[in-house]
């Protein structure tokens, strides 16, 4: 234990806080045991990568429903499934999965942009003349046959 018998500086509080947040890192004990996913844009394509060491690539699944997909590695002493929802710049069918050395590796490309076309521009007026149906019976309980009335 550490005592100090004078004051203590902003400077001394930010160098026993660095200290102390040295050596929890050494004996902390909330870390998980699961393998961390980190993603990253190259280009046009999502970059996933999870370290798997020791983990088969039998054991490795991949799997896309809808818009989620699901990572996931099965052993007999391990088992880690991980699911993200992608947005709707991600194209799902177009993902890719590798996994050599451990490290698994998916990438996801993007929606393709629609190609630019140009609208063809009506300028005639509308046709206002009302249409005739083409069966026997009229639409309605009143017949609209203007050619009787004459």
Sequence with gaps: MLVRHRSVSPFDRTIDRAFEQLTNSFYD???????????????????????????????????????????GAMTDSFEWTRSFKLGGRLDTHKIEARHVDGRLTVRVGTVDEPEARSIAIDTTAPDLAIETSSSDEPADDQSTDTNDAE
């Design 29 to 71: 004990t909330r870390r998980t045991a699961s393998p961390v996913v980190d993603g990253a844009w190259d280009d046009d394509v999502y970059v996933l990568t999870v370290d798997l060491p020791g983990v088969p690539a039998e054991a490795v699944s991949v799997e896309v429903a809808g818009n989620v997909l699901t990572l």
